[in-house]
């Protein structure tokens, strides 16, 4: 701890010392700083009255930054004092669960900004962009599938290692992201993604002669959203099922929370219009 406090503490009291000569107060008060920030409070309200305010924001402001960047450094110190505890072989296998935990956190955040985006499709240059969003969500999804496949690979080689670490509980976080609602939530997703492109596409393609009521162009634009509007539906039925299984496997084995990717609400997406 005290990374950054002690340096902030100084520079506060050095500030404290050399405002002394401004005002008829005692030296004591840049020790007094030194020792507690907080004081300075009571320094800047005694030398400047109701002008106090500014200086006394500041210092509570920056005593919070402080506090957080201190909380920040101090976890990420102590993960890798809980990883150097650990063989090479286990410390890879932790670096890549937590990898993997982020890329899906990314793809599911991912999805959320997408039909964010799809409310708003009014223009083609809007269609365009949506399709190439499309294109970044299925790069994370290759990374998602790459380090599902790496995290496989390892558990398994590194069983013998586990076991002998006292480590079997890790096998639960292969067991979650190759758990049958996962995959067939994992597959829907794909699907929902290609329906929605093709529709999109057809829009990009066609999109004044949609816009002008062209029956044969949304006859087929029809079709294409149908297709569409059941791959949404199915995805919605797999996705509230997953959401419920990823909560229920938290709350059973709750210190692989570091690991998986945190409890959601139950959602649904909605329809683009």
């Known amino acids: 701890m005290y990374y950054i406090y002690f340096p902030y503490a100084f520079v506060l009291a050095l500030f404290v010392f050399f405002d002394l000569s401004k005002h008829r107060v005692s030296k004591w008060w840049a020790l007094a700083v030194f020792v507690s920030p907080l004081v300075s409070i009571y320094y800047f309200i005694k030398t400047r009255a109701l002008k106090g305010a500014v ?17 920040m450094i101090y976890s990420m110190e102590k ?11 286990i410390r890879q296998l932790l670096v890549l669960s937590k990898d993997l935990k982020t890329v899906t956190i990314r793809l599911d955040n991912g999805i959320e900004k997408l039909e964010q985006l799809s409310k708003i499709q009014s223009r083609r240059v809007g269609v365009g962009k949506t399709i190439d969003y ?9 990374e998602n599938k790459t380090a599902v496949t790496r995290l496989n690979l390892l558990i398994s080689d590194y069983r013998d290692l586990l076991e002998k670490e006292n480590l079997l509980w890790m096998e639960n976080i292969k067991a979650f992201y190759n758990n049958d609602i ?8 794909q699907s929902y993604l ?3 492109e093709t529709l ?3 829009i990009f393609d066609n ?3 949609i816009d002008s009521k062209s029956s044969v162009h949304i006859k087929n634009y029809d079709a294409y959203y149908m297709k569409y509007r059941q791959a949404v539906d199915r995805h919605n039925r797999i996705g509230v099922k997953k959401i419920k299984f990823q909560n229920n496997f938290l709350v059973e084995h709750p210190r692989l929370k570091p690991y998986l990717p945190s409890t959601r609400q139950t959602d649904f997406l909605k329809l683009w219009e």
Not at 55 to 71: M, R, W
Not at 134 to 142: S, Y
């Open 79 to 89: 993960e890798k004092a809980v990883l150097e505890s650990f063989s090479p072989e």
């Open 207 to 209: 999109f004044e002669k």
């Open 55 to 71: 200086p006394v924001l500041f210092v509570i402001v920056s005593f919070a930054a402080v506090g957080v960047v201190e909380k």
């Open 194 to 196: 290609e329906t929605f």
């Open 200 to 202: 999109l596409q057809y």
């Open 134 to 142: 499309i294109g970044e969500l299925r790069v994370l999804i290759l």
């Open 182 to 189: 996962v995959v067939r939530y994992e597959a829907s997703l």
